[in-house]
T-cell receptor, first 111, second 117 residues
Framework: GENVEQHPSTLSVQEGDSAVIKCTYS??????FPWYKQELGKRPQLIID?????GEKKDQRIAVTLNKTAKHFSLHITETQPEDSAVYFC??????????FGAGTILRVKS | GAVVSQHPSWVICKSGTSVKIECRSL??????MFWYRQFPKQSLMLMAT?????????EQGVEKDKFLINHASLTLSTLTVTSAHPEDSSFYIC?????????????FGPGTRLTVT
């Protein structure tokens, strides 16, 4: 089955700086890679996703890049703000429409 | 669009009792619903996949007789934790695939915090 590894486990940045979170996956056939943001006690919310037919996707301050050869994808947040502080999860698909989640990254944006 | 609700949002029960959690897709029909468990400071762990009108598929290590899943319609799935014990205390979250769009996208419910005393 699919195996997803996520790094770093915690990330502290100064407000206004950029943050990068990286995930690797094992199944070369995987074709969909979402990123979720989860605030304490809340539901995970999809913030951006990318499919394997593109290498990069951007939505305002958030971008995701995909390297299919190396089997890794990354979340980039620019001009970080305190409200970006949360836990971020990457995921990759497995058979049966399932998603396998990374271990999560705690992002702290210091003001 | 693509709103998923869960009820209750939190529940406290005594050891040995059963608890039912409902997951509803409010404005769409769900092909599949998923049940996750999340312990503090940990990731989402898939417990089972639920398809309308068929038996749920449980992940390895998840006791199907303890965690009963019923998926009666395209908008409702229920998880019943039977004979709950303190180690079952956790945050239970459901999600759903939208029937009419690309199948991997999952929309999450707000979660149910279960505390077993």
């Amino acid at each position: 089955g699919e195996n997803v590894e996520q790094h770093p486990s915690t990330l502290s940045v100064q407000e206004g700086d950029s943050a990068v979170i990286k995930c690797t996956y094992s199944d070369s056939a995987s074709n969909y890679f979402p990123w979720y943001k989860q605030e304490l006690g809340k539901r995970p919310q999809l913030i951006i996703d990318i499919r394997s037919n593109v290498g990069e996707k951007k939505d305002q301050r958030i971008a995701v890049t995909l390297n299919k050869t190396a089997k890794h994808f990354s979340l980039h947040i620019t001009e970080t703000q305190p409200e970006d502080s949360a836990v971020y999860f990457c995921a990759a698909p497995e058979y049966g429409n399932k998603l396998v989640f990374g271990a999560g990254t705690i992002l702290r944006v210091k003001s | 669009g693509a709103v998923v609700s869960q009820h209750p949002s939190w529940v406290i029960c005594k050891s040995g009792t059963s608890v039912k959690i409902e997951c509803r897709s409010l404005d769409f029909q769900a092909t599949t619903m998923f049940w996750y468990r999340q312990f503090p400071k940990q990731s989402l762990m898939l417990m089972a996949t639920s398809n309308e009108g068929s038996k749920a598929t449980y992940e390895q290590g998840v006791e199907k007789d303890k965690f009963l899943i019923n998926h009666a319609s395209l908008t409702l799935s229920t998880l019943t934790v039977t004979s709950a014990h303190p180690e079952d205390s956790s945050f239970y979250i459901c999600s759903a695939n939208h029937r009419s769009i690309l199948s991997y996208e999952q929309y999450f419910g707000p979660g149910t915090r279960l505390t077993v005393t």
